[in-house]
């Protein structure tokens, strides 16, 4: 079986409506496993004290913030390519989750950050990266609200998120590029003396793997609910033609 059959709208649906129960219950397993172990059963850390334990939402979110743009890159890529409405709407439907997501990951990194730097906000290459990718995401939404045709509307919107993806990959490695800022590293890296203690990495790997189930499960719900959007509007522009 091909992976491009689940291009076809039924199909996708067909599949999504078995897997969600499925996807949502594990998400919310692992978030609610993860912040519960986090929060409440793991120790203060010596410099940061309890502020530390905002890891458990700002990297996860962080993280999904980034990949959910990359995600829809791939999707665009896709429309471009092949012209699978399917993958247009997938991007469509992901991008106010990644924008959630984003929200996420700056206002936890705010109420993290104010205790150790002394600020809410610093013009750090990462979290102005970050902030110019919130942008684009709303940006992104906002073109394919303005567009009413909805092949037009993918492809401006494809063009926007090809963009938007070079911010995307600078909010990802932005502390790699320039050695200054107050931002920290990565808590998680193939480096072991970068990664965060295992008191605090075990519970966030479970966070972390709840975010990602929660993004895919809201992604299939919303590629639904866009799918019969589309549908709709496709009677409706038959039924004034008549």
Same mark, same amino acid.
């Given at each position: 079986?091909?992976?491009?059959?689940?291009?076809? *709208?039924?199909?996708?649906?067909? #599949?999504?409506?078995?897997?969600?129960?499925?996807?949502?219950?594990?998400?919310?397993?692992? @978030?609610?496993?993860?912040?519960?172990?986090?929060?409440?059963?793991? *120790?203060?850390?010596?410099?940061?004290?309890?502020?530390?334990?905002?890891?458990?939402?700002?990297? *996860? &979110? /962080?993280?999904?913030?980034?990949? &959910?743009?990359?995600?829809? @890159?791939?999707?665009?890529?896709?429309?471009?390519?092949?012209?699978?409405?399917?993958?247009?709407?997938?991007?469509?439907?992901?991008?106010?989750?990644?924008?959630?997501?984003?929200?996420?990951?700056?206002?936890?990194?705010?109420?993290?950050?104010?205790?150790?730097?002394?600020?809410?906000?610093?013009?750090?290459?990462?979290?102005?990266?970050?902030?110019?990718?919130? #942008?684009?995401? $709303?940006?992104? +939404?906002?073109?394919?609200? &303005?567009? !009413?045709?909805?092949?037009?509307?993918?492809?401006?919107?494809?063009? %926007?998120? #090809?963009?938007?993806?070079?911010?995307?990959?600078?909010?990802?490695? /932005?502390?790699?590029?320039?050695? =200054?800022?107050?931002?920290?590293?990565?808590?998680?890296?193939?480096? /072991?003396?970068?990664?965060?203690?295992?008191?605090?990495?075990?519970?966030?790997?479970?966070?972390?793997?709840?975010?990602? $189930?929660?993004?895919? &499960? %809201?992604?299939? #719900?919303?590629? =639904?609910?866009?799918?019969?959007?589309?549908?709709?509007? /496709?009677?409706?522009?038959? !039924?004034? +033609?008549?």
């Amino acid at each position: 079986m091909s992976l491009w059959e689940y291009a076809n *709208p039924v199909r996708f649906i067909r #599949l999504t409506d078995r897997v969600l129960p499925a996807l949502s219950g594990a998400a919310v397993l692992c @978030l609610v496993v993860g912040l519960v172990w986090g929060f409440f059963f793991t *120790p203060d850390d010596y410099r940061q004290g309890s502020t530390v334990k905002i890891i458990y939402l700002h990297v *996860p &979110a /962080a993280l999904m913030a980034i990949n &959910a743009w990359l995600m829809m @890159l791939v999707a665009s890529l896709i429309w471009i390519v092949r012209r699978h409405h399917v993958s247009a709407l997938a991007a469509r439907a992901a991008a106010p989750v990644g924008a959630t997501m984003t929200v996420i990951a700056l206002a936890t990194g705010a109420i993290w950050g104010q205790p150790m730097w002394g600020t809410w906000w610093a013009w750090d290459p990462r979290l102005t990266s970050f902030l110019i990718l919130f #942008l684009f995401y $709303l940006g992104y +939404m906002a073109l394919w609200e &303005a567009i !009413e045709n909805d092949d037009a509307a993918a492809d401006l919107t494809s063009i %926007l998120c #090809l963009v938007g993806s070079v911010f995307a990959l600078l909010s990802r490695y /932005a502390v790699n590029f320039w050695n =200054q800022g107050l931002h920290q590293g990565a808590s998680l890296s193939l480096d /072991a003396e970068e990664n965060v203690a295992d008191v605090f990495w075990l519970p966030l790997l479970v966070c972390i793997a709840g975010f990602v $189930l929660l993004f895919v &499960a %809201l992604v299939f #719900l919303r590629t =639904q609910t866009e799918i019969r959007a589309r549908r709709m509007r /496709a009677i409706l522009a038959r !039924e004034r +033609m008549a």
